[in-house]
């Protein structure tokens, strides 16, 4: 079975910060991945996703996330964090063709400082 | 669009009663999917159903119910609420057949069992 792990539970940054928030799945085959984000008191909204070809994704609001395919990574980056970015942020796993849907990390919470 | 809809937002229940979350989705999707979260790890898969006429259990499936009224609605029953169900649940839907399948997510709705 499929597993996530995102090992910063929470993070605490200055505006204008860069971040970087690491996820890594366990699966050897095929994978689509996903970061969702959840402002506070809202629901999950997609970020970003990959399934294949160039492994930098570019999503919503400035940010990307990288495929390292050897490293089974899949991190979350933003150059400069604003205080509009604290949130709670999912990295998430499926494989292609699966309606059992999307495993997800246990979340790393961010908390931007104005 | 209204997307995913869940009602009702929040719910507070007495340990032995039952209730059951409605969700309901405009975008023609075939899966669609219960999930609950609670601090620290992430979104679990309580039931999923990947047609009309299916569902099948997720991670956590022990002490719901769930019945896939139509394409459009999917519900989770609570037979007999017991404080470890407290937590919020979160309805999705998805269709697992285009390249990249999205899950798109509901409000949510907050349980408390005391």
Redesign the interface.
């Known amino acids: 079975a499929q597993s996530v792990s995102q090992h910063n539970h929470h993070v605490i940054l200055s505006e204008a910060a860069s971040l970087e928030l690491g996820c890594n799945y366990s699966y050897g085959g095929t994978v689509n991945l996903f970061w969702y984000v959840q402002y506070p008191g809202q629901h999950l909204q997609l970020l970003l996703k990959y399934f294949s070809g160039d492994p930098l994704v570019k999503g919503i609001k400035g940010f990307e996330a990288e495929f390292i395919k050897s490293k089974f990574s899949f991190n979350l980056r933003k150059p400069s964090v604003q205080w509009s970015d604290t949130a709670e942020y999912f990295c998430a796993v499926n494989r292609p063709g699966s309606a059992r849907q999307l495993t997800f990390g246990s979340g790393t919470q961010l908390t931007v400082l104005p | 669009n209204a997307g995913v809809t869940q009602t009702p937002k929040f719910q507070v229940l007495k340990t032995g009663q039952s209730m059951t979350l409605q969700c309901a989705q405009d975008m023609n999707h075939n ?1 669609m ?1 219960w ?1 609950r979260q609670d601090p ?6 309580i039931y ?1 159903s ?2 009309e006429g299916t569902t ?1 259990k ?1 991670e956590v499936p022990n002490g719901y119910n769930v019945s896939r009224l139509n394409k459009r609605e999917f519900s989770l029953r609570l037979e007999s609420a017991a404080p470890s169900q407290t937590s919020v649940y ?1 309805c ?1 839907s ?1 269709n ?2 285009q ?5 798109f ?4 709705t907050r349980l408390t069992v005391v």
């Open positions: 899966s999917y999930y620290g790890m992430g979104l679990r898969l999923y990947a047609s099948d997720g979160f999705a998805s697992p057949g390249a990249v399948p999205e899950a997510f509901g409000q949510g």
